[in-house]
Every structure is written in structure tokens, then in C-alpha cells.
């Protein structure tokens, strides 16, 4: 984690405390924003300790130290949404998707999805730029190389909705590259494991990819997939 990171961390939940300073009491919360802010700075220092370090941390510990950061900076992100804190919400998720990024670096699991997949989704939405879009892709990628790969398998509808979403976004974002190896990248990927999804995912980017702002070759590309998975008569 670098220094920036820090300093926005640093900045936002100063703003955060305050506010719940403001709003409150509330004396039933025992994980407030600033001790949710202590506990992702302790791991955020141990992030850095580990970087620093020529001796890797264990997957377990990789896994455990990515799983409680990635819970407190969910929490913290509810609390911004409580009290209103739109931008403190987005900073915080995305410190959650660089926190993902660290941990699928370091050979780790992610399992808490929500906070990183609402910033993967509000940072695409932004771009527009195919180079930065491809390098969202990438992390996109990244990350799901570290998530659960057996999901058409699972029946919490809540559960689901997070692993859904995360690999919905990174066929949009390879899409909207309209780069066709990243596109058949993603599709290949959507296909393997989420294949009961795939008709309903073409059958929307095919209306999509009417608009102009797309070429005829994205539009090839999803003809050619949604007839892979429409059944013939």
C-alpha cells in the first residue's frame, strides 16, 4: 500500500469519525469508525511490513489479513452510506479494490467481494480511455483468479450476488475495450463458470452493442456467442 493510499485513508476516516461523532451516540455499535480505522491500519501496516520483507507471508496469513481488512473497509463503507458520506463511501471502496489487488498479488483469497466490486464498477463507469479500461480489465482478472471458482454451484442468492456481479463487470469492461482478445478472454471465462448466465449476458450486450459507439466486430463477437448458447430447433 503506498503513501497515497495512506493519506486518503487517513483523510477520509478523520471525516468519517467526525460525522459519527456528530450523529451519534450510539451506544449499541461496538465496531465504530474509529476502531474499524485502527484495525485496517494495523493491516495496512502489515501490508507494508510484508512488502519490505524478503521472507513471504504464509497463505494462511495472506488470507486472514486480507479477509479482516476487506471486512472493516465493508463496514466503514456502511457507515459513510449511513451518514450520507457518498465520497468518503467510494474512497473507502476504493481502498478496498487496491486491498484486493495486494492480496491477489500475494497468492491470497478473497472472499468479501461487495466494497471491491462497487468500486470496479464505479471506476469503469468512469473511464473511457481504452488503455485505462484494459488495465481495469486486467485487475479485474486479477482478482477473480482469487475468487471462488465454483459458483453456478450456489444457491444464497446473496451470496451469489457479489460473485455475479464481479465477473458481469469484467465482461463489460473487456466489452467496452472492444479489444477481441480481451473480449473472448472474458466470455471464455464467463462461460466456464457461470454458464446458465451466458444467453441472458449476450442477449443484453448484443442490444448494447447496437449503439454506435461500438464496432461492427464487437457486434460479430456477440452474434457468434449468443448463438453458441441459443438452442437450435
Known amino acids: 500500500m503506498n503513501r497515497k493510499t495512506r493519506r486518503v485513508f487517513e483523510k477520509v476516516t478523520g471525516a468519517l469519525n467526525a460525522a459519527f461523532e456528530q450523529a451519534g451516540p450510539f451506544p449499541d455499535q461496538e465496531a465504530t469508525p474509529l ?57 473507502i471502496e476504493n481502498i478496498a479494490l487496491d486491498m484486493a489487488q495486494w492480496i491477489a498479488q500475494h497468492g491470497g483469497r478473497i472472499d468479501v467481494l461487495e466494497p471491491v466490486v462497487n468500486a470496479l464498477t464505479r471506476q469503469a463507469n468512469a473511464a473511457q480511455d481504452p488503455a485505462a479500461l484494459a488495465a481495469l480489465f486486467d485487475r479485474a482478472c486479477s482478482i ?40 473472448n478472454a472474458a466470455y471464455d471465462l464467463l462461460e466456464n463458470r457461470l454458464p446458465r448466465h451466458c444467453t441472458g449476458f449476450y442477449e443484453e450486450g448484443l442490444r448494447e452493442s447496437a449503439k454506435t459507439a461500438y464496432g461492427d466486430q464487437v457486434r460479430e463477437i456477440m452474434h457468434e456467442r449468443l448463438a453458441k448458447w441459443t438452442p437450435r430447433g
Not at 456481479?165 to 480481451?182: D, E, K, S, V, Y
Open 144 to 183: 477473480l483468479s482469487c475468487t471462488e471458482p465454483e459458483l453456478d454451484d450456489a444457491t444464497d442468492a446473496a451470496i451469489l450476488q457479489p460473485w455475479l456481479a464481479l465477473h458481469f463487470n469484467t465482461a463489460i469492461i473487456a466489452t467496452r475495450t472492444q479489444q477481441p482478445a480481451l473480449m
Open 35 to 91: 476502531l474499524l480505522a485502527e484495525e485496517v491500519r494495523k493491516c495496512l501496516d502489515i501490508c507494508q511490513q510484508a512488502d519490505d520483507s524478503e521472507e513471504p507471508l504464509p497463505p494462511d496469513e495472506i488470507d486472514e489479513l486480507g479477509t479482516h481488512a476487506l471486512e472493516c473497509l465493508s463496514d466503514l463503507g456502511l457507515w459513510a452510506r449511513q451518514l450520507k458520506l457518498d465520497d468518503a463511501r467510494a474512497a
